[in-house]
């Protein structure tokens, strides 16, 4: 029930209830009797906001609208009755006929208040309900015709039902009163009072914590019993709720009173453990005591561990010590000391499952599965050291996932790049405050197991500082004669890394230490042709931005003329992070249009990747003929891959000086040297005048000046360049070199020749020179990348110009 200090209705914007002045309601057997109230066939009425006034009850209210307050006061001067009629809508300011209800309760005006802030107060009573039947009138106020409503009163009043209908409406409200904090006990006192069974109900009504709503509905019925009956459910369930803050407010104070009981004990149990000599040190010494024994460690390691245990008993709790001890305890438990995860030895699942997740890869898939075959028949073997290296975005780290699952094994991973501090390695000793363990011991505890696949990424980009050398820590990890007892400085005690597969990951070899490379088995993960390329976006990043991107895979289809016109126009790198980007953007532009209810072709045209992802931004490298002497095509090697390069010489009348041009580096200069000192040195041999080299200029200019280039593998390109230069006989067409020359004129093997190939493809090249020392170079590669090519092998520069030169 609400509070008794009854507040009705205020008429003022974004004011609360008017009057809080305290009001005990009073009725006599006249006012309660509809009967002997005379009602008139039109009233003026008022809307009322945020009560309902029931009949008999006697209510203040705050007049803030000029309408309301021109009514009352008119109706003062006359009878002093008027309709009172709920609003529908609290928020309304200035209600319409259709937003109040239409049955309300004739009220009479039996005081006018001038309030001290200036506001106008009536005091007023309900009398009978009303149902509105015309409305007649709207300006200055409502005035409507009017027909009253009787309450159908039980026959007899006295049976034993409605009786006890009434005493339960009045038991509950004095519970509710009781419970509630916000109605005065001096409450009770009125509604023992309350001897008219009809004016109860309506006073309960009234005052009862339910909504406009409710009360509303309330007011509209008829039946007295009926009406009685919906008044007991609503008063049952704030009873209820009433109840049920009262019961948590006195358990929360329980479980306070609780918990400073238990502390009160503690202490004093505290107090008592102090005086027998014993403390929950005991305790924590017999739980650390109880794990251990549940560990598979072997001997060695179990007297280290309840050594430790013995010192950490003696410690007192308070000293700084104790928590070092503690902390290096918990992590002797963490370990998994030989626990090991068995391997799956199921070699066609474990071949489906690297198939599966990566494309290609040939030679890291097929060293897992000869050691999972060694480990299947022989049983026990240590683990290989692999390292795979080659250009970015061509599966290397995430291959260590597949390899994990295929073996069924746990996977850690830890990133080498930047790490410039031997403890990280290592680990730091136990007495320095924060010392942990090493990323090494860190991770196989991550793991849970003593047998990880664990992946050392970017090993070429791990540095050195006034800290330590962490490669050369790392010669330790890495050797499988050695890594039976790795020594973690935190641990204090060596750990078996024997069993963990190390695979680790590099873009170049040249920035790893000699000593290091040695430990490891390299595999070379090479580049992507473009039919790769493809199938791994067919298969893998599609998919996948599909379902990142929340669009069904039903819903878009790229074909592979598309994909390729994307690679070629979109992408230019050796592995596919950037086209997983690139792809990701057309996704993107996709989601878009299917959210805001575009209609999408199913298949991407190439038209429909032009207007989503731009302009191309990469033009094919293709063969370009020259038409003229002096212009050779290079083969090169970079970090994202093999390109093409062109190679341009010319002569020009001069005094023999030679100009280099086109960034290059050192040795690519010197390798220009050589090519033109040979020349020098057998000109009579190539038929070409050796007074020309006191009379001509030289350039040489490698297109592309913003690139730097460096290396030696561009020697046989530019001798060619030259001597076409020197004797102007043209280059063949669509033929691509590179070789290191020396000044003998030999032609030495070079390196990333799959590349290189790749490169020759892309460009429309159909014949290589290459030294014939990489032929075997050529022999690991598999048909599909040399399809179509054309491969001469040869020793000296000579051979290459008798082939080359028309």
């Known amino acids: ?57 006697i209510v203040p209210i705050s007049l803030g ?51 001290p802030d200036g506001s106008t107060s009536a005091i007023i009573q309900g009398k009978v309900r009303f149902k509105m039947e015309e409305l007649l009138e709207s300006d200055p106020f409502f005035k409507a015709r009017v027909s009253q409503l009787q309450d159908i009163i039980p026959l007899d009043d006295k049976t034993r039902d409605y009786e006890a209908l009434v005493s339960s409406l009045k038991d509950l409200s004095l519970r509710i009163i009781k419970y509630s904090s916000n109605i005065p006990p001096e409450a009770s006192f009125a509604v023992k009072n309350i001897e008219n069974a009809t004016f109860l109900i309506n006073f309960i009504c009234s005052n009862a914590e339910i909504s406009v709503k409710e009360k509303q509905d309330l007011l509209q019925m008829d039946e007295l019993k009926e009406k009685g009956m919906k008044l007991l459910e609503h008063l049952t369930r704030e009873v209820q709720l009433l109840e049920l803050k009262s019961d948590i407010q006195s358990k929360v104070k329980l479980d306070i009173d609780q918990q400073q009981r238990e502390y009160m004990l503690h202490q004093q149990m505290k107090t008592i453990q102090d005086e027998l000599g014993s403390s929950p040190l005991e305790q924590e010494v017999r739980d650390l005591k109880a794990l251990g024994e549940k560990k598979k460690w072997g001997k060695e390691i179990s007297e280290l561990f309840y050594k430790e245990v013995d010192k950490l008993e003696r410690l007192n709790p308070a000293s700084g010590e104790y928590s070092v001890q503690h902390n290096y305890l918990q992590t002797l438990l963490d370990i998994p000391w030989n626990e ?9 699942s474990a071949e489906k499952v690297l198939d599966r997740d990566h494309f290609g890869l040939d030679g890291v898939k097929e060293r897992i599965l000869e050691h999972l075959a060694v480990l299947k028949l022989k049983g026990d073997l240590k683990s290989p050291i692999i390292c795979l290296y080659g250009p970015p975005g061509v599966g290397k780290t995430s291959l260590g996932k597949s390899v994990a699952d295929a073996l069924g094994r746990k996977y850690a991973r830890m990133s080498l790049g930047g790490v410039h501090d031997e403890s990280e390695i290592r680990g730091h000793r136990k007495t320095y405050i924060g010392a942990m363990p090493g990323r090494i011991i860190h991770n196989i505890k991550k793991a849970g197991s003593a047998n990880p696949v664990f992946i050392l990424d970017e090993i070429d980009k791990i540095g050195s500082s006034g800290h330590g050398d962490p490669a050369s820590a790392l010669l330790e990890v890495l050797d499988p004669e050695q890594n039976e007892k790795f020594h973690d400085n935190f641990l204090e005690v060596d750990f078996d890394l024997s069993k963990v597969i190390f695979i680790a990951t590099a873009n170049t070899l040249g920035n790893i230490s000699q000593p290091l490379l040695d430990r490891m088995e390299l595999i070379e993960v090479t580049g992507y042709i473009l039919d790769e390329k493809c199938e791994i976006a067919k298969r893998h990043l599609w998919p996948k931005q599909l379902e990142n991107h929340g669009i069904p895979k039903s819903k878009l289809t790229v074909s592979k003329k598309t994909m390729s016109f994307i690679i070629e126009n979109y992408t230019r790198e050796s592995g596919v992070r950037e086209l997983n980007k690139t792809l990701a953007k057309l996704a993107r532009k996709y989601a878009l249009k299917i959210a805001t209810g575009k209609k999408v072709a199913k298949a991407i045209s190439i038209d429909n990747v032009k207007e989503n992802l731009g302009v191309e931004r990469f033009t094919k490298e293709k063969w370009q003929d020259s038409h003229v002497p002096g212009v050779v095509t290079g083969l090169a090697w970079t970090a994202v891959g093999g390109e093409i390069l062109y190679v ?88 691509a070199m590179t070789g290191e020359i020396t000044l003998r004129g030999k032609v030495l093997p070079v390196g990333g020749i799959k590349e290189k190939i790749l490169a020759a493809k892309r460009a429309g090249i159909k014949e290589i020179i ?29 051979e290459t110009l008798d082939h080359v030169l028309v």
């Open 648 to 735: 341009e010489s010319s002569l020009s009348k001069g005094i023999g000086k030679l100009t280099l041009t086109g960034n290059l580096g050192d040795v690519m200069k010197e390798s220009a040297v050589l090519a033109l000192e040979y020349i020098k040195s057998n000109c009579k041999e190539f038929g070409i005048n050796e007074k020309v080299f006191d009379q001509k200029n030289i350039h040489v200019h490698v297109p592309e000046g913003a690139i730097p280039k460096d290396g030696p593998s561009a020697g046989i390109t530019m001798a060619t360049a030259l001597m076409s230069a020197f004797t102007g006989r043209k280059v063949k067409k669509r033929i």
């Open 1 to 57: 029930m609400k509070d008794i200090k009854i507040s009705i209705d205020n008429f003022g914007l974004n004011e609360e209830y008017a009057s809080e002045t305290e009001f005990i309601p009073i009725v006599s057997d006249e006012s309660a009797d509809e009967v002997d109230f005379d009602m008139p066939d039109t009233l003026p009425i008022l809307p009322l906001r945020n009560t309902v006034l029931f009949p008999g009850v």
């Open 65 to 115: 609208r000029d309408k309301s307050l021109k009514l009352v006061r008119e109706v003062q001067r006359g009878n002093g009755i008027f309709g009172a009629v709920a609003q529908k809508q609290v928020e309304t300011e200035e209600p319409g006929i259709d937003d109040i209800y239409k049955v309300g309760t004739v009220a009479k005006v039996i005081k006018m208040l001038e309030m």
């Open 770 to 798: 290459l030294s014939n020392s990489n032929l075997k170079d050529v022999a690991e590669i598999k048909d599909m990348y040399i399809e179509g090519l054309e491969f001469h092998y040869v020793n000296t520069i000579k």
């Open 340 to 348: 090991y995860t068995e391997d799956r030895f199921d070699m066609e």
